[in-house]
């Protein structure tokens, strides 16, 4: 282990402990993103802060060069990060006229089958013959 892998190592709270080594403990604030050691990940978080830095504008071939990740690696982390939030964008909690059509519809629904059991309800206890009036 190198003396800057030890340093490292030391801010971080000593040993892994059976953690990732990309992960950092909570009470322990996050280093600037850099390049990654052999066997190890890119965290989703740690990906966030890059596709941040590509966002505000920081030329690819520097970040890749900076971080030992591929260029084309930054650019599908970048159009994966725009689809998503394309996608979030998309969804909208519904349009209030629909919701409300979609509750009148129901309603019809409901109503529409109680009015038809009550017929046939009623069809069942009436006699067959019609009834004579009392005048």
């Known amino acids: 282990m190198s003396k800057g892998e030890q340093q490292v190592g030391s801010a971080l709270g000593g040993t892994e402990g059976g953690r990732r080594p990309s992960e950092v403990p909570p009470s322990v604030s996050a280093p600037k993103v850099g390049p990654l050691g052999p066997k190890q990940y890119w965290s989703t978080r740690r990906k966030r802060e890059v596709v941040l830095r590509v966002l505000h504008g920081e030329p690819l071939d520097v970040l890749s060069r900076e971080l030992g990740v591929e260029v084309y690696r930054l650019e599908k982390w970048r159009d994966k990060a725009f689809r998503g939030i394309d996608e979030a964008l998309k969804d909208r909690e519904g349009d209030p ?14 109503l529409s089958m109680e009015n038809e059991l009550l017929r046939k309800e009623c069809e069942l206890r009436r006699p067959l ?6 005048t």
């Open 97 to 110: 006229m629909q919701s409300e059509l979609d509750t009148a519809m129901r309603r019809i629904g409901e």
């Open 129 to 134: 013959t019609k009834r004579r009036s009392r």
